[in-house]
């Protein structure tokens, strides 16, 4: 089965530092999300992306947040000056966007480990 | 998107049948009821999708009276690697291009 990979697995940082967390969707899909995780916390949604832009973002995808799809295979998260509060779980996720009526779902990876000292 | 109530936490017993129950009052026409597993370290995982009646794939099993104001993820014979985190979302046919909301979901745990 397709499934979508993350890279690192594992990130550490010092505060201010700028990351990027690398994701490659499922072949074919259109739809490309981010999500975080802060431990003991709920999934928050973080942006959706389509057609080469942003679709929706949350009050969290503040400016020191962007996205990007580099190369047709590759989404990135790129947070430019890290803080404390951004360590967490980060989930890339992709959907399909194109099977008519059948149950369109997010596939989302194992998710990269922010830790931010 | 409608507002899920459903239990923090169960237990059960390996072999058993488990049944997690979720509310959602203010369930819309339009709105399908999802079921996402996580397990620790993971992303979460698409289960189950329904509208009415009863739904049933390789994994899970879901009811939903005709009301639609509730509706049931029955998971059967569990066993050890069923323990994980279980939300249930409720929302428009495929969520649109939409954000997925999760809630806190219900903590399964199962005991050997």
């Known amino acids: 089965e397709p499934e979508v990979t993350q890279t690192p697995s594992h990130q550490v940082t010092q505060m201010g530092q700028e990351v990027i967390l690398r994701c490659v969707p499922i072949s074919n899909h259109l739809y490309f999300y981010w999500y975080r995780q802060i431990l003991g916390q709920k999934v928050e949604f973080l942006v959706s992306f389509y057609n080469n832009e942003i679709s929706e973002k949350s009050e969290i995808f503040d400016d020191q947040f962007s996205v990007e799809r580099p190369d047709g295979s590759n989404f990135t998260l790129k947070i430019r000056s890290t803080k404390l509060e951004d360590s967490a779980m980060y989930f890339c996720?992709?959907?399909?966007?194109?099977?008519?009526?059948?149950?369109?779902?997010?596939?989302f990876g194992p998710g990269t480990r922010l830790t931010v000292l | 998107l409608a507002k899920t109530t459903q239990p923090i936490s169960m237990d059960s017993y390996e072999g058993q049948e488990v049944n997690i129950t979720c509310s959602h009052n203010n369930i819309a026409t339009n709105d399908y009821i999802t079921w996402y597993q996580q397990f620790p370290s993971q992303g979460p995982r698409f289960i189950i999708q329904g509208y009415k009646t009863k739904v049933t794939n390789e994994v899970a099993s879901l009811f939903i009276p005709a009301d639609r104001k509730s509706s049931t993820l029955s998971l059967p014979r569990v066993s050890l690697s069923d323990t994980a985190v279980y939300y249930c979302?409720?929302?428009?046919?495929?969520?649109?291009?939409?954000?997925?909301?999760f809630g806190t979901g219900t903590r399964l745990t199962i005991i050997p």
């Open positions: 996720a992709s959907r399909d966007g194109t099977s008519g009526g059948a149950v369109d779902t997010q596939y």
């Open positions: 979302l409720v929302g428009p046919a495929n969520f649109g291009n939409e954000k997925l909301t």
